[in-house]
């Protein structure tokens, strides 16, 4: 039999995704209850049980956590035009939810204090796993313009980097041989939807995927994306779980000298059909790939 509470994860993650995909829009309690096809009157209270946030905190976070993102663009956009698309109806309102969340101004975030906000994000991850981030600039980086492709995942939600990934891949992979996607091999995706810079570590998403033609259909708390692909910017990883979010780091580090900067969209870890996660060191290969744009 289903796992009951897997229903609900597989529901409450629809309505995550979706707060994501529409922040410009209204968002209140029975639009997103009816994405999760529950009744708004409980709606609230089995969300903040499966999240540990309320419906109305997880959209404000979500909300200023984009924005802080694109404040960060070159050239800069303007700071109205930032809160309105995020789903603010002024700049004053969304200064003061602004400086609520982070501390500082949007104006003060993008002359630089958000090195400091990210660097207690760090700081705050490197004690969960405690392993020391690697900070060394990846031995070659390529860009590569990839395919769109739609997959079937797996998610997890909890600080990136620790074992907690590693046994969602187990499960999944376990998943995907059940369903007879794994002959002949695939390639897998690994697919982190937050910052871990600006993110709390426990609110943290990743999606464990394999790619899936138009005929599936999602079940249970497997779910459905469609990965929009473009242009990346792409270095080959070696290691454990622990040591990942260093090698990301070192992908960013790479930035500032290459003339390109993130695009708008998840980065993603791809994996051959045929990878597989060392028993002894659990050390894993696959390709770290981030989406980018030119300055």
């Keep these: 039999m289903p796992d009951p509470r897997q229903a609900y994860v597989a529901r409450i993650h629809r309505v995550t995704d979706h707060i994501d995909s529409h922040l410009g829009q209204p968002l209140d309690l029975a639009v997103l209850a009816s994405v999760a096809n529950f009744s708004a009157w409980h709606f609230h209270r089995v969300f903040h049980a499966i999240t540990g946030e309320t419906l109305a905190d997880r959209v404000r976070r979500r909300r200023l956590e984009v924005a802080a993102a694109r404040?960060?663009?070159?050239?800069?956009?303007?700071?109205?035009?930032?809160?309105?698309?995020?789903?603010?109806?002024?700049?004053a309102v969304f200064s003061r939810a602004f400086r609520a969340h982070f501390g500082v101004t949007p104006t003060a975030w993008r002359r630089g204090a958000f090195r400091d906000w990210a660097e207690r994000r760090r700081d705050q991850l490197g004690a969960i796993h405690q392993a020391a981030r690697r900070v060394d600039p990846p031995p070659k980086v390529e860009l590569k313009r990839l395919p769109a492709v739609r997959v079937a995942c797996l998610r997890h939600v909890g600080p990136?980097?620790?074992?907690?990934?590693?046994?969602?891949?187990?499960?999944?992979?376990a998943w995907c041989e059940q369903q007879g996607l794994t002959q002949p091999p695939r390639p897998m995706y690994g697919m982190a939807h937050d910052n871990a810079d600006v993110t709390p570590p426990a609110q943290c998403r990743y999606d464990a995927c394999i790619e899936v033609d138009e005929g599936f259909r999602p079940a249970g708390e497997i779910g459905v994306h469609r990965w929009r692909g473009g242009l990346h910017a792409c270095t080959a990883f070696h290691g454990t779980s622990a040591e990942i979010h260093g090698a990301w780091v070192g992908l960013v580090d790479w930035l500032p000298d290459s003339g390109y900067q993130p695009d708008d969209a998840p980065p993603i870890e791809i994996y051959p059909g045929d990878f597989s996660i060392d028993?002894?060191?659990g050390a894993i290969a696959c390709q770290l790939c981030m989406p980018v744009r030119p300055l």
């Design 160 to 173: 990136y980097g620790t074992p907690g990934i590693v046994r969602t891949w187990q499960r999944f992979a």
């Design 279 to 281: 028993s002894e060191s």
């Design 71 to 91: 404040l960060q663009r070159v050239p800069p956009e303007p700071v109205l035009a930032i809160a309105l698309e995020v789903g603010f109806g002024s700049a």
